[in-house]
């Protein structure tokens, strides 16, 4: 190869290393957190939440609708025994028997409540938890796809680098200077002729500079941008 064409070859290597070195990174970040996931798994893990307290306090209610009836059949039994003869202690019991069942009433429409709030809960839970195992399923898939796609850009970045290396070590350190200045400066260092204009600024480039391009054993600069020309 000519200068030119080394030099050539050298920033297609490089553009290529940059390129996949930026895809690399993401791969790397992707396969380090998935937010879909995680939200899946939030929202999941905040409705076993839920549910779980809707549960309790189901739990509760039922507990004290058990004290309640424990009390309402201590009342009736003491109440229609026959044992209890005094007037003013049946008419205390009876009010407390009618008040008690009041209170029971009540609590049945709480606890209807309460386990529709369950039942409810329970849908919510099961419905995220489908979505979490669907999230972990394409996670799974998405991660075997990453981990082959992570080697196979290790594998090639590995060759770019070596490729690179070789290149560079076939440059006089003056062209090498000159290459590396226009990347920092302007990204391309190298630009093609194409219809006898820079490819990439556009300006004209006069046919004696043009031809020296064309032969590759000097660096020859655009008038319009400075990159290198290259035939």
């Known amino acids: 190869m000519n200068l030119l064409s080394l030099l050539w070859h050298l920033q297609q290597t490089d553009l290529e290393l940059e390129d996949k070195s930026q895809r690399a990174r993401q791969v790397d970040a992707t396969l380090a957190n998935d937010p879909a ?4 798994r939030t929202a999941h893990d905040a409705a076993q939440q839920q549910l779980a307290a809707a549960r309790a306090q189901l ?3 039922e507990l004290e609708a058990q004290t309640l009836d424990a009390k309402i059949k201590t009342l009736e039994e003491r109440l229609y025994s026959g ?10 019991m009876e009010k407390d028997l009618q008040m008690h069942r009041r209170q029971r009433d009540a609590l049945d429409d709480k606890l209807l409540t309460q386990m529709d709030t369950v039942e409810r809960g329970q849908k919510d839970a099961e419905a995220k938890m489908r979505v979490r195992e669907q999230a972990e399923a394409a996670r799974a898939h998405e991660l075997a796809q990453l981990t082959r796609e992570r080697d196979a850009l290790a594998a090639r970045l590995a060759e770019l680098n070596a490729t690179r290396t070789q290149t560079r070590g076939t440059l006089a350190p003056e062209a090498l200077s000159t290459y590396d200045h ?4 302007i990204g391309r260092a190298v630009a093609p002729i194409k219809r006898e204009s820079c490819g990439l600024c556009g300006v004209a480039t006069p046919t004696g500079l043009a031809h020296r ?13 400075g990159r290198i020309l290259a035939g």
């Open 59 to 61: 739990r509760d209610r």
């Open 37 to 40: 996931l995680a939200a899946a």
């Open 182 to 185: 226009l990347r920092r400066k």
């Open 83 to 92: 044992r209890v003869t005094n007037p003013k202690e049946l008419d205390g």
């Open 213 to 225: 391009a064309r032969e590759g054993n000097e660096l020859v600069l655009c008038p319009g941008c």
